[in-house]
Nanobody, 128 residues
Framework: AQLQASGGGLVQPGGSLRLSCAVP????????IGWFRQAPGKEREGVSC????????YYADSVKGRFTISRDNAKNTVYLQMNSLKSEDAAVYYC??????????????????????WGQGTQVTVSS
Protein backbone atom coordinates (compact mmCIF):
# COMPACT_ATOMS: atom_id res chain seq x y z
CA ALA A 1 0.00 0.00 0.00
CA GLN A 2 1.15 3.55 -0.74
CA LEU A 3 0.78 6.49 1.62
CA GLN A 4 -0.58 9.70 0.11
CA ALA A 5 0.43 13.02 1.67
CA SER A 6 -1.44 16.19 0.74
CA GLY A 7 -2.30 19.64 2.02
CA GLY A 8 0.93 21.50 1.48
CA GLY A 9 1.08 24.96 0.00
CA LEU A 10 2.24 28.53 0.43
CA VAL A 11 1.47 30.25 3.71
CA GLN A 12 2.62 33.43 5.37
CA PRO A 13 4.64 33.32 8.60
CA GLY A 14 2.24 32.85 11.49
CA GLY A 15 -0.26 31.05 9.30
CA SER A 16 -1.61 27.52 9.45
CA LEU A 17 -1.84 24.45 7.26
CA ARG A 18 -3.25 21.00 7.79
CA LEU A 19 -1.50 18.10 6.13
CA SER A 20 -3.25 14.82 5.49
CA CYS A 21 -1.79 11.37 5.07
CA ALA A 22 -4.11 8.79 3.57
CA VAL A 23 -3.07 5.32 4.64
CA PRO A 24 -5.07 2.84 2.57
CA UNK A 25 -4.72 -0.79 3.48
CA UNK A 26 -3.35 -0.16 6.97
CA UNK A 27 -5.08 -0.66 10.28
CA UNK A 28 -3.92 2.43 12.14
CA UNK A 29 -4.11 0.72 15.52
CA UNK A 30 -1.33 -1.63 14.37
CA UNK A 31 1.08 1.00 13.07
CA UNK A 32 2.98 4.09 13.97
CA ILE A 33 2.57 6.89 11.46
CA GLY A 34 5.23 9.55 11.36
CA TRP A 35 5.64 12.92 9.72
CA PHE A 36 9.10 13.88 8.54
CA ARG A 37 10.39 16.90 6.66
CA GLN A 38 13.36 17.71 4.53
CA ALA A 39 14.52 21.16 3.55
CA PRO A 40 17.03 21.73 0.72
CA GLY A 41 20.54 20.85 1.83
CA LYS A 42 19.39 19.40 5.13
CA GLU A 43 18.85 15.90 6.44
CA ARG A 44 15.38 14.48 6.81
CA GLU A 45 14.11 15.13 10.32
CA GLY A 46 11.29 13.68 12.36
CA VAL A 47 8.47 16.08 13.14
CA SER A 48 5.79 14.04 14.86
CA CYS A 49 4.40 10.55 15.15
CA UNK A 50 1.33 8.79 16.48
CA UNK A 51 1.59 5.25 17.72
CA UNK A 52 -0.55 2.14 17.58
CA UNK A 53 -3.54 1.27 19.63
CA UNK A 54 -3.06 3.87 22.37
CA UNK A 55 -2.67 6.76 19.94
CA UNK A 56 0.22 8.24 21.88
CA UNK A 57 1.80 11.22 20.18
CA TYR A 58 5.33 12.59 20.00
CA TYR A 59 6.80 15.82 18.70
CA ALA A 60 10.16 17.27 17.84
CA ASP A 61 11.09 20.07 20.21
CA SER A 62 11.06 22.53 17.33
CA VAL A 63 7.31 22.05 16.74
CA LYS A 64 5.95 21.35 20.23
CA GLY A 65 3.04 23.60 21.05
CA ARG A 66 2.53 24.55 17.39
CA PHE A 67 1.85 21.26 15.59
CA THR A 68 -0.74 18.63 16.44
CA ILE A 69 -0.91 15.13 15.02
CA SER A 70 -4.19 13.25 15.00
CA ARG A 71 -5.86 10.41 13.19
CA ASP A 72 -9.24 9.31 11.94
CA ASN A 73 -9.32 5.53 11.97
CA ALA A 74 -12.58 5.40 10.02
CA LYS A 75 -11.01 7.38 7.18
CA ASN A 76 -7.58 5.74 7.50
CA THR A 77 -6.07 9.19 7.58
CA VAL A 78 -3.52 10.90 9.80
CA TYR A 79 -3.40 14.69 10.03
CA LEU A 80 -0.75 17.20 10.97
CA GLN A 81 -2.19 20.54 12.00
CA MET A 82 0.54 23.16 11.76
CA ASN A 83 -0.03 26.52 13.41
CA SER A 84 2.19 29.56 13.91
CA LEU A 85 4.31 28.51 10.97
CA LYS A 86 7.82 29.88 10.70
CA SER A 87 10.16 30.22 7.76
CA GLU A 88 12.23 27.36 9.18
CA ASP A 89 9.24 25.04 8.87
CA ALA A 90 9.45 25.25 5.08
CA ALA A 91 10.29 21.82 3.67
CA VAL A 92 8.89 18.85 1.84
CA TYR A 93 6.80 16.93 4.35
CA TYR A 94 6.52 13.16 4.17
CA CYS A 95 4.40 10.69 6.04
CA UNK A 96 5.58 7.17 6.73
CA UNK A 97 4.34 3.99 8.37
CA UNK A 98 5.98 1.32 10.47
CA UNK A 99 4.72 -1.75 12.28
CA UNK A 100 7.58 -1.45 14.79
CA UNK A 101 5.47 0.30 17.39
CA UNK A 102 7.52 -1.04 20.31
CA UNK A 103 10.14 1.65 19.74
CA UNK A 104 9.79 4.81 21.76
CA UNK A 105 8.32 7.80 20.03
CA UNK A 106 11.56 9.73 20.35
CA UNK A 107 13.47 6.86 18.71
CA UNK A 108 11.01 6.69 15.85
CA UNK A 109 11.48 10.39 15.15
CA UNK A 110 15.28 10.11 15.23
CA UNK A 111 15.57 7.04 12.97
CA UNK A 112 13.58 7.42 9.71
CA UNK A 113 14.89 4.08 8.43
CA UNK A 114 12.61 2.34 10.92
CA UNK A 115 9.75 3.35 8.61
CA UNK A 116 9.64 1.05 5.54
CA UNK A 117 6.67 2.68 3.80
CA TRP A 118 6.64 6.30 2.67
CA GLY A 119 4.39 8.71 0.84
CA GLN A 120 5.46 11.00 -1.99
CA GLY A 121 5.84 14.23 0.01
CA THR A 122 4.01 17.55 -0.02
CA GLN A 123 5.72 20.94 -0.23
CA VAL A 124 5.22 23.51 2.52
CA THR A 125 6.45 27.01 1.76
CA VAL A 126 6.41 29.70 4.43
CA SER A 127 7.00 33.14 3.01
CA SER A 128 5.60 36.63 3.09
Amino acid sequence: AQLQASGGGLVQPGGSLRLSCAVPGFTLDDYAIGWFRQAPGKEREGVSCIKGSDGSTYYADSVKGRFTISRDNAKNTVYLQMNSLKSEDAAVYYCAATGDTYYSGSYLLRIPKVFPTWGQGTQVTVSS
